[in-house]
């Protein structure tokens, strides 16, 4: 591996975000927002909740779409922050909004899948975290329908 001068990473850096959405999001995240995790994830959780107003209901369809947008917000999200708890609250707080939001899970087949395996995802990740917040993430996924 080459070892590199500080300026000539801070080059790399620049010549990196000038090209793809999601490489300037990322340096965004790691040079302002990775210092205050919780801050991010509330705002990370705002911008779910006001996407899940948007929602489109007339047809079952629309609703579909609508939740896999929010879904890629939401792994693209996780990928960012690289950490499980973090991760965990955001999918947990994903199928509760989808089960407050009175969407008939049961009537399409797509929609009761995405749920279930966002459901079977967060307890994958709080199976991998310590104890002491497993049992915290645990109970809020036990309130889930």
């Known amino acids: 591996m080459i070892a590199r001068k500080p300026n000539e990473l801070v080059d790399l850096c620049?010549?990196?975000a000038k090209f793809k959405k999601e490489n300037k999001e990322l340096l965004?995240?790691?040079?302002?927002?990775?210092?205050?995790?919780?801050?991010?994830?509330?705002?990370?959780k705002e911008e779910i909740k006001s996407l899940f107003t948007e929602i489109n209901f007339s047809h079952l369809y629309f609703v579909k779409k609508s939740l896999r947008k929010i879904l890629r917000i939401i792994n693209k999200h996780a990928r960012y922050m690289n950490s499980k708890a973090a991760e965990a609250s955001m999918r947990i707080f994903y199928c509760t909004l989808i089960a407050e939001s009175g969407i008939p899970i049961e009537k399409n087949q797509v929609i009761s899948n995405m749920y279930n395996g966002q459901k079977k995802k967060s307890i994958e990740v709080v199976q991998s975290m310590h104890e002491d917040l497993q049992y915290e993430f645990t109970k809020e996924i036990k309130k889930l329908p």
């Not at 990775?34 to 994830?41: K, L, M, Q, R």
């Open 14 to 16: 620049l010549r990196l």
């Open 28 to 44: 965004t995240y790691l040079l302002f927002d990775s210092s205050d995790e919780d801050n991010y994830i509330a705002e990370v």
